[in-house]
């Protein structure tokens, strides 16, 4: 059976007796059917869960919502009962990136310096090494073959949030078939591949920067420069294990989300503070602080008063 979240906009697949009420990613309670489409890429790869639902749950507890002294009570026990396995839908990108860089590259040597000091109120000539750089500019072309990029293609989970979870261990891929999803709920992509695609290419691109640092001969290198065009790109469809558990502990802002990797059991979540026991918290310190200064003070300076 296939539904579409109103709010998040997840297109989620789920087993036809298994009828989905509220979106696993945002909470919203209007999920609704939507007629398959013919034009949504089918998953070339899948990546099995191997986090039990016992133990994602514990993890999910544990590790994200007991985790933080100061969030609220009501999502600090929270029921970890509505925590929901998701295949969720990634592209998995490779690609040769060739960029033609420009830097300046420095190359230290030392000279030796000639100075006057002062020593014994007379003027005296020495000399010191010291190490100078010379700078050269160098143009060049790096190409290498990047394997292996992960970027969501789900509207319901934004990418930082999967990055937050990654990374997956890949070696476990295998070809997707109708077996592996069985009785999970699944998300069918529900981004733009465009868009997914300057996604991968930006991560590239990034990354590129580091490895053309590495790259650089010499001491040291300033303004690095470079632009890349990509060839032989592939782009297929992954599903990723990933438990989550959509939180809506206060109906004006959006909802919380916690993440457990299905995979390796790796978390994430943001807890909110709550500023009611921040300010308790704040009002208890103040009193004691109070209270020993009455101690202290008024103590010791009463008796000397009455000494008078
Ligand atoms: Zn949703």
């Known amino acids: 059976m296939n539904l579409s979240c109103q709010s998040c906009g997840a297109q989620l697949v789920v087993a036809g007796n298994h009828r989905t009420t509220t979106c696993p990613y945002c909470a919203a309670p209007s999920v609704v059917e939507r007629p398959p489409t013919p034009d949504r890429p089918a998953p070339t790869f899948g990546l099995g869960f191997v986090q039990t639902p016992q133990k994602a749950r514990e993890l999910a507890r544990e590790n994200l919502l007991r985790r933080s002294f100061w969030a609220p009570s009501s999502v600090r026990n929270a029921s970890v009962e509505e925590l929901r396995g998701i295949y969720v839908p990634a592209w998995l990108y490779s690609g040769l990136a060739e960029s033609d860089f420009s830097a300046s590259i420095g190359e230290n040597y030392t000279e030796t310096e000639t100075y006057t000091t002062t020593e014994n109120g007379k003027t005296v000539t020495k000399t010191r090494q010291v190490t100078k750089t010379e700078w050269t500019s160098l143009h060049g072309r790096h190409t290498e073959y990047v394997p292996d990029v992960l970027v969501t293609a789900s509207s319901g989970l934004p990418n930082d949030e999967l990055e937050q979870i990654e990374p997956f261990d890949l070696r476990a891929l295998r070809r997707y078939d109708d077996a592996l999803v069985a009785g999970w709920i699944s998300e069918d992509p529900s981004l733009p591949q465009e868009q997914c695609l300057q996604q991968a290419r930006a991560e590239v691109t990034t990354l ?45 802002s959006p909802p919380l989300r916690f993440l457990v990797n299905g995979q390796t059991g790796k978390v994430h979540g943001r807890v909110p503070t709550s500023w009611v026991k921040v300010a308790i918290a704040v009002l208890l310190v103040l009193l004691v602080l109070g209270g020993l200064y009455l101690l202290l003070f008024h103590g010791q300076t009463l008796p000397r008063g009455r000494g008078r």
Do not use: I
């Open 208 to 252: 590129l920067r580091k490895r053309l640092s590495a790259f650089m001969p010499g001491d040291s290198h300033r303004n690095l420069e470079y632009s890349t065009r990509f060839h032989q790109e592939s782009l297929v469809v992954c599903l990723l294990p990933v438990w989550v558990l959509a939180l809506r502990h206060d109906p004006q």
